[in-house]
């Protein structure tokens, strides 16, 4: 996998994004910050590749490395003394910016438990999983947006991962949204940058005679993923034994369909193919099937 930089400097649309990333660098110049979510889902298909998402966003997930609690504090605190973002009602990992966007702020780093969680102060009730993020911040793309502003951003090989390690981990508590944004990079994959690799990276699968597009963009993505993990994770074992359990039982025929459920598609098979074929691609096999 090669590190690349993404151009979005001439997409207007983008300034709020620009100024929310002016204003909490403002507040912390030197904590490293990564975008995430759906807005990150955005930048790399729709902004940068036209693919629009039938599923918008009304926040925005920004991941923060911090090595404690009373850091991640401070941060808030710093953010809000700023006179651009106030409390939220609903939760205390969440601001409203310009009393207008909810931005969530994702820590993780120095304060998680052994499994990757982290639980949020003060009583340790709500519990969230940040395994992958370190493994995104380390592969992430450089995104310049309007006004010179620059962010990390993950990658679209690694938001395959985190969509489905987020599945994983709150399919009953948010349905839908990780499904359909994880189908939507796999569907479009080669759309999104990548249909040059077919002759380079895939050209076996063209000699096939069952060729298929999107399938054939699917593995590239699941082979892409992998080897991203594989370069970048001290836990490769841990997220690969995850993502290929996960998705070994939705492409099951005779299993739940779960997570192709989800998406409440008409032709419910294709989306069953269109995930083997990642998740042939992410265990190292050499065609979609």
């Given amino acids: 996998m090669i590190k690349y930089?993404?151009?979005?400097?001439?997409?207007?649309?983008?300034?709020?994004?620009?100024?929310?990333?002016?204003?909490?660098?403002?507040?912390?110049?030197?904590?490293?910050?990564?975008?995430?979510?759906?807005?990150?889902?955005?930048?790399?298909?729709?902004?940068?590749?036209?693919?629009?998402?039938?599923?918008?966003?009304?926040?925005?997930?920004?991941?923060?490395?911090?090595?404690?609690?009373?850091?991640?504090?401070?941060?808030?605190?710093?953010?809000?003394?700023?006179?651009?973002?106030?409390?939220?009602?609903?939760?205390?990992?969440?601001?409203?910016?310009?009393?207008?966007?909810?931005?969530?702020?994702?820590?993780?780093?120095?304060?998680?438990?052994?499994?990757?969680?982290?639980?949020?102060?003060?009583q340790g009730d709500i519990v969230m999983s940040v395994l992958g993020f370190e493994e995104a911040l380390e592969s992430s793309i450089d995104a310049l947006l309007p006004f010179s502003q620059r962010i990390s951003l993950v990658s679209l090989p690694m938001l395959t991962v985190l969509k489905t390690l987020a599945w994983s981990e709150r399919r009953i508590t948010a349905p839908r949204r990780d499904a359909y944004d994880l189908m939507l990079i796999l569907q479009n994959y080669l759309d999104a940058g990548n249909s040059e690799r077919l002759y380079s990276d895939a050209d076996q699968l063209l000699e096939s005679t069952d060729f298929d597009y999107e399938c054939a963009g699917a593995w590239l993505a699941g082979k892409d993923?992998?080897?991203?993990?594989?370069?970048?994770?001290?836990?490769?074992?841990?997220?690969?034994?995850?993502?290929?359990?996960?998705?070994?039982?939705?492409?099951?025929?005779?299993?739940?369909?779960?997570?192709?459920?989800?998406?409440?598609?008409?032709?419910?098979?294709?989306?069953?193919?269109?995930?083997?074929?990642?998740l042939s691609g992410f265990s190292g096999n050499q065609h979609p099937f």
């Fill in 225 to 278: 993923a992998l080897e991203t993990i594989e370069q970048h994770s001290l836990e490769a074992n841990r997220i690969e034994q995850i993502v290929r359990s996960t998705l070994a039982i939705e492409i099951n025929p005779d299993g739940p369909l779960r997570l192709i459920g989800e998406l409440m598609v008409p032709d419910p098979e294709r989306s069953r193919r269109i995930l083997s074929a990642f």
């Fill in 5 to 122: 930089s993404l151009d979005l400097s001439n997409k207007k649309e983008l300034g709020f994004l620009s100024d929310l990333i002016a204003d909490v660098r403002s507040q912390a110049p030197k904590i490293n910050m990564l975008l995430v979510g759906a807005m990150a889902r955005d930048l790399l298909l729709f902004h940068a590749h036209g693919i629009k998402a039938a599923r918008g966003t009304e926040d925005i997930d920004l991941a923060f490395t911090v090595a404690s609690w009373s850091d991640y504090e401070e941060l808030r605190k710093s953010l809000l003394s700023s006179g651009a973002f106030l409390i939220h009602p609903n939760g205390a990992h969440k601001l409203l910016y310009r009393n207008q966007m909810e931005v969530d702020l994702l820590p993780f780093g120095g304060l998680e438990n052994a499994d990757k969680t982290i639980a949020w102060p003060p």
